[in-house]
C-alpha cells in the first residue's frame, strides 16, 4: 500500500520568513498525483497546491511552491513571505492515477510567530 | 456549483449506542466519495471509499461500517460504539480523475463517553 511520511509533526517560522515541510511518500507507480492541504483551526480542508509526477517541472502558487523530487520521492512545501494567516495543519496527499482512493501523510502543524 | 455537506457538526455518544453520519454532495453526479477519520494529533486516516451506488472499500478493518444508498449520499455507521471511535471525520468527494482535488465537507468532532 501506499503510504506518505511528514516527518516533522510541528514547525515555526517568523513571519515574513520562509519555512519548508517535508514529505516523502512510498510506491512503485509512476503515474499519480501530490497535494498539499491546509486545515485552519476552522477544520477545513483547503488545497494548497498539486504538482504531476509526470511534469519535472515545479508547481509554484504565488508564495507557495513545491520542491519535487521524482527518484527521491519527495514532495516538500515551501512557503515564502510567511503570514500569520498561514498557520495551520499541512497534509501531504497521494493519488494514483489508476485509483480512486486518495492518502493523506500524518501532517504538520505550523506555527507563524509575529 | 458543488457542496458537499455534513452533518451533525458534532456529537456526542455513549459507548455501545449507534452511530450514523451522513454526507451528502450537491452539483455532481457519480462522485467518489471518502469517509477519512482524524483522531487527535494524528492525520487523515482512509476508513472508506465509494465508485458508485452500492460500492464500498474499506481499508481499516475496525468497528465502522459504510454504505452509499444513493449516488450522492454516503453513510458512515456502527452498530455499538468503542471509546477509541472518537475524533473528526470528514467526508469527501472527488471526480473521477485523479488531478482533481478532493473536496471536504466541514466534519463531524465524535466523541464517545
Known amino acids: 500500500a501506499q503510504t506518505v511520511t511528514q516527518s516533522q509533526p510541528e514547525m515555526s517560522v517568523q513571519e515574513a520568513e520562509t519555512v519548508t515541510l517535508s514529505c516523502t511518500y512510498d510506491?512503485?507507480?509512476?503515474?499519480?498525483?501530490l497535494f498539499w492541504y491546509k486545515q485552519p483551526p476552522s477544520r477545513q480542508m483547503i488545497l494548497v497546491i498539486r504538482?504531476?509526477?509526470?511534469?519535472?517541472q515545479n508547481a509554484t502558487e504565488n508564495r507557495f511552491s513545491v520542491n519535487f523530487q521524482k527518484a527521491a520521492k519527495s514532495f516538500s512545501l515551501k512557503i515564502s513571505d510567511s503570514q500569520l494567516g498561514d498557520a495551520a495543519m499541512y497534509f501531504c496527499a497521494y493519488r494514483l492515477n489508476n485509483n480512486n482512493d486518495m492518502r493523506f501523510g500524518a501532517g504538520t502543524r505550523l506555527t507563524v510567530k509575529p | 456549483s458543488q457542496t458537499i455537506h455534513q452533518w451533525p457538526a458534532t456529537l456526542v455518544q455513549p459507548v455501545g449506542s449507534p452511530l450514523s453520519l451522513e454526507c451528502t454532495v450537491e452539483g455532481t453526479s457519480n462522485p467518489n466519495l471518502y469517509w477519512y477519520r482524524q483522531a487527535a494529533g494524528r492525520g487523515l486516516q482512509l476508513l472508506f471509499y465509494s465508485v458508485g451506488i452500492g460500492q464500498i472499500s474499506s481499508e481499516v478493518p475496525q468497528n465502522l461500517s459504510a454504505s452509499r444508498p444513493q449516488d450522492r449520499q454516503f453513510i458512515l455507521s456502527s452498530k455499538k460504539l468503542l471509546l477509541s471511535d472518537s475524533g473528526f471525520y470528514l467526508c469527501?468527494?472527488?471526480?473521477?480523475?485523479?488531478?482533481?482535488?478532493?473536496?471536504f465537507g466541514q466534519g463531524t468532532r465524535l466523541t464517545v463517553v
Open positions: 504538482q504531476e509526477a509526470y511534469k519535472q
Open positions: 469527501a468527494w472527488s471526480v473521477w480523475d485523479a488531478y482533481t482535488e478532493a473536496f
Open positions: 510506491t512503485s507507480e509512476s503515474d499519480y498525483y
